[in-house]
């Protein structure tokens, strides 16, 4: 099965950006969508956002509407996550997630997680 491989997690200031990337391992992504969530310590784990490989349509929690972006490269079979005005709320494991042709946004493959630690 293909896993999804989170890189691009650190330390970063509140205000500060960063970029995650999530690539295939072991093959190629044959999903509907990729999803980004993450789990703070203590908490339940929270959805981030979502993309569809074919049109690329976007969806987003309130809680990074205006300042995550989520994108992808086919190409490179490859999904990003851009965070801006990043706040210490904002800590937390973040995972990628690929679902499924038959299973739309029924995410079951999952990254090992990427940690973001947002300094206030």
């Known amino acids: 099965q293909v896993q999804p491989v989170e890189s691009g997690g650190g330390l970063v200031q509140a205000g500060g950006s960063l970029r995650l990337s999530c690539a295939a391992s072991?093959?190629?992504?044959?999903?509907?969508?990729m999803g980004w969530f993450r789990q703070a310590p203590g908490k339940e784990r929270e959805f981030v956002a979502t993309?569809?490989?074919?049109?690329?349509?976007?969806y987003y929690g309130d809680s990074v509407k205006g300042r995550f972006t989520i994108s992808k490269d086919n190409a490179k079979n490859t999904v990003y996550l851009q965070m801006n005005s990043l706040k210490p709320e904002d800590t937390a494991v973040y995972y990628c997630?690929?679902?499924?042709?038959?299973?739309?946004?029924?995410?079951?493959?999952w990254g090992q997680g990427t940690q973001v630690t947002v300094s206030s």
């Open positions: 993309i569809t490989w074919s049109t690329g349509d976007t």
């Open positions: 997630a690929a679902d499924s042709q038959s299973k739309w946004y029924d995410f079951n493959s």
């Open positions: 072991g093959g190629t992504f044959s999903s509907y969508a």
